[in-house]
């Protein structure tokens, strides 16, 4: 069993920048790859970033690439989604996903654990 604790959220205003942070615990939490979805009201949970393992490999949502970064701190177990240069239309819920990979952490299904979710809203 993997737990993820995300928070970080909050109020910004358009072109601000905010961090999200994920803790994982769990006796296999390393082990896999984590990522971040988001959910807007009235639409579909969505990819936003995955990272691998080991960090090596990351991908992004092309409405967020050149924005957003995600990183993982193995010694903490945490995972980070730095979010620069923020629109309005990246309100929404930020969910922590893990997956047993970083290719199959790009769909929604393939999402072994989630976290509860954090809130970040952007004012224009």
């Known amino acids: 069993q993997v737990q993820l604790v995300e928070s970080g959220g909050g109020l910004v205003q358009a072109g601000g920048s905010l961090r999200l942070s994920c803790a994982a615990s769990?006796?296999?939490?390393?082990?896999?790859?984590m990522g971040w979805f988001r959910q807007a009201p009235g639409k579909e949970r969505e990819f936003v970033a995955t990272?691998?393992?080991?960090?090596?490999?990351?991908y992004y949502a092309p409405s967020v690439k050149g924005r957003f970064t995600i990183s993982r701190d193995a010694v903490k177990n945490t995972v980070y989604l730095e979010m620069n240069s923020l629109k309005s239309e990246d309100t929404a819920v930020y969910y922590c996903?893990?997956?047993?990979?970083?290719?199959?952490?790009?769909?929604?299904?393939?999402?072994?654990?989630w976290g509860r979710g954090t809130q970040v809203t952007i004012s224009s």
């Open positions: 769990g006796r296999t939490s390393s082990s896999y790859a």
């Open positions: 996903a893990a997956s047993s990979s970083v290719v199959r952490a790009v769909v929604r299904s393939n999402i072994d654990y």
């Open positions: 990272i691998s393992q080991s960090g090596a490999i990351t």
